[in-house]
């Protein structure tokens, strides 16, 4: 069995008004992410990890911002278009392990209906998926409340 690590990792910007899409779901808060897409930085974080992993370069290059088509587009879907590039390569999903840095709202109540969506979507085990998520003290972009980060690394098996 062949394993292979992948590192993933997405910015947004923090904008009043706009939707705040995270881990697939829909949070209420005075600010949004900035996207092409929906701006769900979880999501692409993951994205980029697993496409990564695969050697598959990055989420810009398959779903990139010139695509007037992916404009307000769910995550979700790029999610699961990902997935199937990284099947049709014959990997699967071993584990993705996550962290949100986000000063504000606090989303630790939230994290098991986002395993939960994720999973789903990756056709794999909530146990597989992990979702932390931490503040910055209050120091750089995202303490001053203008943009939201997130981190991913995965694993991915070929049999």
Known sequence: MKIRIGFGYDVHRLE???????GGIQIEHVKGSVGHSD???????????????ANLRDI???FPDTDKSLKGIDSKILLKQTLNLIKS??????NIDSTICLQK????????????????VLEIST???????TTTENLGFVGREEGIAAYAVVLLSKT
Do not use: R, T, Y
Not at 16 to 22: I, K, Y
Not at 39 to 53: F, M, R, W, Y
Not at 89 to 94: D, Y
């Open 127 to 133: 146990e597989d998926i992990s979702i932390k998520a």
């Open 105 to 120: 709202p606090k989303i630790k109540d939230l994290i098991p209906e986002m395993q939960k969506i994720l999973a789903s």
């Open 16 to 22: 009043a008004g706009c939707p705040f899409w995270l």
């Open 89 to 94: 390569k014959g990997f699967q999903i071993g």
């Open 60 to 62: 810009g290059i398959h």
């Open 39 to 53: 701006g769900d930085v979880l999501i692409h974080a993951i994205c980029d990890g697993l496409l990564g992993a």
